[in-house]
């Protein structure tokens, strides 16, 4: 049976079908109201951004459904985890000041803030499942204690998993900083020397410290690696890869089954919400925000994960590529721009092996939502 996903275009003509009053319309098409009961205290999860971004969700749209959740009764909280790199999310404090400053404080969504896995990323629950890769997953405490979730993603690019949207918020981003290493595990890096420039840029971001400087290249010591890609993404001239063997696109299902464990003692009481705008190369990870590689679309709707990625990934590489991009090719319509800028990173993988575990399903019908 198809998933619904229902989807709302960026074009705003009046005050009447502003991008505000369609996510509304969006969400309520969801059904919270009919399974969320009151009193109950609601996760909103979302990616606040790293402080120098720009592309993260608009505060003004989180403000929306927790208007909606309020009306309800209910008892919402925004929420994320803690980073295995060192910026300004990598503890609860940086974080929650980064968050304020960055537009989400109670003033503008009227909502409270809590960091899901703790102070420094270590409160976290262990949650059995039956996956190919885990028995258990290492799950943030406040994610498990809440009754039920709003999962609003930014989609982008993401130079380890390809592509970044719903499967991925709830897999790294309900994970405690333990759980993020499992899924990185087997992913090292190699520095391309030829490309290398010592400026020293992925030292000053690796969270293991362990690249070091050896003749003005960068070196990376293997058995430190803890396979994070945040170095891949950091350095400026392309010089450090990452070898995308069997292993390596492993982390694709591993993915899959961290965001099956994040919603198995709540599947029915999960919505989530897509942005198809502001669709950069790189994850909302980065102090930096590159230039979007197609057009904005809209938002999408959906109470499976799965079925809202899949709608995502079809919408984008429907889209004609933008010139002034990352983009290298593929700007027709109907051509992936995902395996153009990540080329051997297999993305549908994590879609797959999310259906295959019954997270959800990858055939949908879309519902226009004026």
Known sequence: MKSKVYFSERRSTSG????????????????????????????????????????????????????RLLKKGLKPFLTDTNTLYIESRHNAVDHL???????????????????????????????????????TVKIAQAI???????????????????FGGALKNLSMGCSSRAGKHMMHADMVPEVQEDKCRGDAVCVHHCPAHCITM????AVIDKELCIGCGECVAACPH?????????????????????ALGAVQDKRDKCCFINFLMDITPHCDCHDWSDSPFVPDIGILASCDPVAIDQASV???NDQHGLANSKLSGSYLQGEDKFANLFPGCDYTRQLAHAENMGLGSREYELIKVG
């Open 16 to 67: 009447r079908k502003s991008l505000a009053v369609k996510l509304g319309k969006l969400f309520d098409r969801l059904g919270y109201k009919d399974v969320m009961e009151k009193g109950e205290l609601v996760a909103v999860k979302l990616h606040f951004g790293e402080r120098g971004l720009t592309t993260f969700i608009n505060p003004v749209f989180v403000r929306v459904v927790v208007e």
């Open 97 to 135: 000041q980064t968050a304020v400053r960055h537009g989400f404080g109670f003033a503008t969504t009227e909502a409270p803030i809590i960091i899901a896995d703790g102070l420094r990323g270590l409160d976290s629950k262990d949650v059995s499942l039956s996956g190919k890769h885990f028995e």
């Open 144 to 162: 498990l204690d809440a009754d039920s979730m709003v999962v609003l993603s930014h989609v982008k690019g993401h130079v380890i998993s390809g």
């Open 214 to 217: 050896v003749n003005k290249k």
């Open 238 to 258: 392309e010089a450090i890869k990452v070898d995308w063997t069997e292993d390596g696109n492993l982390m694709q299902e591993r993915m899959a089954e961290f």
């Open 314 to 316: 079809d919408m984008i």
